[in-house]
């Protein structure tokens, strides 16, 4: 079963550096998603992409956060200069249709 | 404002016990509704979409209400394995952001 795939797994970083976190969606969807989960609260929604752009973004994601699509295959989440707060599983979705979306098993970043 | 609001749980039942959740949403146009679970520090997954006229699969049913921007998750029978927690997810702007509620927590004791 295809599945959204994220890689690391778990990254551990300093405050101040940067980081990317990598997903590969499912291979026919055109729709991506990126949201996080801090640990205890909800899911939170950060940003849509469709055929190359941002479709829509919270007020979550600012200038500290960019996404790229950089070849057919990957779909990236940049996180600039990172907050201590900005610790959280980071989780990557996809869609066929903009109805039913599919999520990866998420990236746990830790800023320390 | 977009909400979406659950039961806040915890939900402790035994087996085999029949559980309801409830959720409700505050934007009157949002246009498709899920069930998804999420056990712990995993990626939410999709349990089933919830259409106008309700629909089952299996154990599960699901139960929409527009007028009362009312959802609904009933499991019959629970499982060890129904333990998780249960997030209602709300489809607006056409398709640019599924919203989550805070979830509801479901412990099946033996």
């Known amino acids: 079963e295809p599945e959204v795939t994220q890689t690391p797994s778990h990254q551990v970083t300093q405050m101040g550096q940067e980081v990317i976190l990598r997903c590969v969606p499912i291979s026919n969807h055109l729709y991506f998603y990126w949201y996080r989960q801090i640990l205890g609260q909800k899911v939170e929604f950060l940003v849509s992409?469709?055929?190359?752009?941002?479709?829509?973004k919270s007020e979550i994601f600012d200038d500290q956060f960019s996404v790229e699509r950089p070849d057919g295959s990957n779909f990236t989440l940049k996180i600039r200069s990172t907050k201590l707060e900005d610790s959280a599983m980071y989780f990557c979705a996809s869609s066929a249709d903009r109805e039913r979306a599919f999520f990866g098993q998420g990236t746990r970043l830790t800023v320390v | 404002r977009k909400e979406v609001e659950q039961d806040p749980g915890p939900f402790n039942v035994p087996e085999g016990a029949t559980v309801a959740f409830n959720c409700t949403y505050s934007n009157s146009a949002s246009q498709s509704f899920f069930w998804y679970r999420q056990d712990c520090r995993k990626e939410p997954k999709l349990l089933m979409s919830?259409?106008?006229s309700g629909n089952e699969d299996g154990r599960f049913t699901a139960q929409l209400n527009r007028a009362s921007q009312y959802i609904s998750l009933l499991i019959r029978d629970s499982k060890l394995s129904d333990s998780a927690t249960y997030l209602c997810v709300v489809l607006w702007n056409y398709g640019q952001n599924f919203v989550f509620g805070p979830g509801t927590r479901l412990s099946v004791l033996p």
């Open positions: 919830v259409y106008s």
């Open positions: 992409f469709y055929n190359n752009e941002i479709s829509e």
